[in-house]
């Protein structure tokens, strides 16, 4: 038979302009179109591995060692060339904007082929090319990785990812990206999660900020900014940027089913809702047992016997009761006095959503 979870909820309700708000700066709730960050991208070799490298089965290593000392005078097929101490690695930086050329950015190092570590690598220099094809940075330096591989007879002690390392200002830009902003009169404001009430929220205050209607909400996203003639367009956006504005979130449950995972926003509520939640647990083991005969008997053999046992446990009803003004995470907590997982959680959660008693969005991670 199987054990019930019953769940009372008492009925409440809240009313949407009673829910608290709280208070953000533009700078962190949205952002300035065509201010962005730019994905850089390149393929290179890392060379110094202690035997720690691509190994030969990996072919297009040494085909990119072989194309690098032709560039520098020295013939070389690839097919006979044969090291352990160096691996194919896609390099990746982020070119912040503004960036001009001598910045020095920091780059992410990983292993494109079967290498076990790149500890004690060092990156030769790898062109960085953007979405366009043309190149802003050139990358080169030694490697900082946060972990270790160690092998010894077939034996392995792996700590973190040796395969993927750090160089700490790694990439020298050698391409900006031109931002002009002198000589515009309008910028887009974007929310960076859309709001029909934080976007007429923002413009107001933005409006208040300048002393003038500088400011107009389009939609739930983009809020127009216009710049007055003769105006410090630096100044402008930094004024604008440091204004705090009152946000309001969307209720949201996010889950990660995976991991086990429930983060729950603060306006999360519930309705008047009943749960019952089986809790019956099954549990099959199989044990293998060599039955052999008796002494000095004749004809007898050794014989493999499965034994199989069943174990089944009921979990006792239990009884929750959630006082008006309780949102989810008052559920959760009761929940977890009684000893149910992170995974029945999820489950309660989605169930109350399909019922109309959650109101809130679940996102599904």
Do not use: W
Not at 307 to 324: C, G, H, S, W
């Amino acid at each position: 038979m199987i054990a019930l979870l019953a769940l009372t909820l008492q009925g409440f309700a809240v009313d949407a302009g009673e829910v608290p708000q709280r208070e953000a700066r533009v700078k962190d709730i949205a952002s300035i179109e065509g201010i962005r960050d730019n994905q850089l991208v390149g393929y290179g070799i890392v060379v110094g591995l202690q035997g720690t490298g691509d190994s030969q089965q990996t072919t297009f290593p040494t085909q990119t060692l072989a194309a690098t000392l032709l560039r520098m005078g020295v013939s070389v097929p690839a097919a006979s060339i044969r090291v352990q101490n160096l691996a194919a690695v896609f390099v990746e930086a982020t070119l912040p904007p503004f960036a001009r050329p001598g910045t020095k950015l920091d780059v992410t190092v990983s292993s494109a082929g079967d290498a076990r570590s790149l500890e004690g690598g060092l990156l030769l220099m790898t062109p960085l090319y953007g979405a366009d094809g043309k190149i802003y940075a050139q990358g080169q330096g030694p490697l900082v990785v946060g972990g270790y591989s160690v092998s010894v007879n077939g034996n392995t002690k792996q700590y973190n990812h040796p395969n993927t390392a750090r160089v700490p200002y790694g990439a020298i830009v050698e391409r900006g990206v031109p931002l002009d902003l002198e000589g515009r009169n309008k910028f887009s404001l974007l929310l960076n999660d859309a709001d029909f009430r934080t976007a007429e929220a923002v413009s107001q205050a933005i409006n208040r900020e300048l002393g003038r209607q500088a400011a107009h909400a389009l939609d739930s996203r983009e809020i127009d900014l216009e710049v007055a003639h003769g105006e410090d367009v630096p100044e402008l956006l930094a004024q604008v940027e440091s204004v705090e504005v009152p946000v309001f979130p969307r209720a949201k449950v996010v889950v990660n089913e995976r991991t086990g995972t429930v983060v729950i926003g603060g306006t999360v509520v519930l309705q008047p809702v009943s749960i019952l939640h089986g809790g019956l647990a099954i549990n099959v083991v199989s044990q293998f047992e060599v039955s052999q005969p008796n002494a000095f008997s004749s004809g007898g053999a050794s014989q493999v016997v499965q034994q199989t046992r069943i174990t089944a446990r009921d979990k006792p009803v239990n009884r929750i009761e959630l006082k008006q003004g309780a949102t989810v995470d008052d559920l959760v907590r009761s929940l977890q006095t009684i000893g149910a997982s992170a995974r029945d959680v999820i489950s309660i959660l989605q169930a109350m959503k399909s019922a109309g008693a959650l109101e809130a969005e679940i996102e599904v991670l």
